[in-house]
């Protein structure tokens, strides 16, 4: 991490091996700085003579294995918070008979004593799958910390009958539009013709959006537009807007025409062909002036800023995003107001968050959480990658 105080720059790493490697490194005065000792930890905490912090000091006088367990900072920290209740070291019934034990206890008592503060809002076990969920995704794709736009469709595995509704959907409108524009009746033979027509593109539409879930939803922070841009897309999308407005044209054309209302069928192309042509050019030429050359926000403050900048660039990829949390919410692994529940539980020291962004206070924590997803929910909700292997 790099960083400035009172004009003097500094640099914080934490990979001790991987700095002693480089001999070259660029730096004036390297410090190391070494864990606390107990002396050192009794001594902080005499100073700071208040009722938690004395909780603690007298814990750690009674129990050897406690007082070598936070000589690590993570689990000083922790002990903190627990003390901070005021409670004694008798209530905790700490029963391990070595460090690591001991370690492991107080990171269990932590979750507990967390997650039942918020008990009122979240079952205490939901929380655990959704944050053992949240931090076995982030080791297996890599993330340090978490931004919504991490949320992505192969974090979970897919069936084919999961677009089913949007097939159905479309077959529904397209078969009631076709038979109410043709003929004045709802169920009659065009109905039953659009039906099937609707089916088959229906699915066909379905099938082609479904694989979005393979697609990496993404946004556009800012965008570059440039003269070259916008006469490629003009052209593009003028071919495209005429072949659809001729093919659509030509479809109600025929239908009046097997009618027996021949201008109706000629009037159809004279109109109908222009203004699909006007709508598709002006739609896509919009739509694909705002594609290409991006850029990106290094640090964000708000949970939705690189969705809501999309948006005004034509590019709605919080429809994706949104339908992904009702998908991930239905199966039971995240809740849907995903931002107060982050929020929350940064509130209670599980996450440190900059605003736009979250992660584990410590990889000790998101460790615990991935460990009690593999045990109990792993097999039960692969991803996509693995359900497909």
Request: hydrophobic share 45%.
């Amino acid at each position: 991490m790099l960083g400035c105080l009172r004009e003097v720059r500094f640099l914080i790493c934490s990979r001790v091996k991987e700095y002693k490697a480089a001999a070259d490194a660029p730096v004036r005065l390297p410090i190391k700085i070494e864990p606390l000792n107990r002396e050192q930890i009794q001594q902080g905490l005499r100073a700071a003579d208040d009722v938690e912090t004395n909780g603690l000091l007298d814990a750690i006088e009674k129990d050897p294995l406690l007082a070598e367990a936070v000589e690590t900072p993570f689990y000083l920290n922790t002990a903190q918070l627990l003390f901070a209740s005021s409670k004694v070291w008798e209530e905790f019934e700490f029963v391990a008979t070595d460090v690591e034990g001991r370690k492991a206890e107080l990171t269990e008592r932590f979750v507990a004593s967390a997650l039942r503060k918020m008990s009122d809002k979240y079952a205490p076990e939901d929380s655990k799958k959704y944050l053992g969920f949240l931090a076995d995704r982030m080791e297996r794709f890599g993330l340090v910390e978490f931004e919504l736009v991490d949320l992505q469709g192969k974090w979970t595995s897919w069936k084919f009958y999961d677009f089913l509704p949007f097939t159905l959907v479309f077959c529904l409108i397209f078969s009631l539009s076709l038979s109410l524009i043709l003929d004045e009746e709802f169920f009659n033979e065009l109905f039953w013709v659009g039906i099937g027509w609707g089916l088959i593109i229906g699915k066909e539409i379905g099938g082609r959006n479904s694989q979005w879930k393979y697609r990496e939803i993404k946004t556009l922070d800012y965008n570059f537009i440039s003269i070259d841009k916008v006469l490629k897309g003009a052209k593009r999308n003028f071919l495209t807007g005429l072949s659809l407005g001729l093919i659509i044209s030509s479809i109600f054309c025929v239908f009046a025409w097997v009618n027996g209302d021949f201008y109706f069928g000629l009037l159809s192309v004279l109109i109908i062909a222009p203004f699909v042509l006007v709508f598709v050019f002006v739609l896509g030429f919009v739509a694909f002036m705002f594609q290409g050359e991006t850029g990106s926000f290094l640090i964000i403050r708000k949970p939705y800023k690189r969705f809501f900048n999309s948006m005004k660039q034509m590019h709605f990829s919080i429809i994706k995003h949104l339908l992904l949390r009702c998908r991930l919410y239905k199966k039971g692994l995240m809740p849907f107001s995903l931002v107060i529940f982050l929020n929350l539980h940064t509130q209670y020291s599980i996450f440190e968050s900059s605003g736009g962004s979250w992660r584990f206070r410590h990889r000790i924590l998101q460790d615990y959480f991935r460990a009690h997803w593999q045990q109990y929910y792993a097999v039960q909700y692969p991803t996509e990658a693995e359900r497909l292997a």
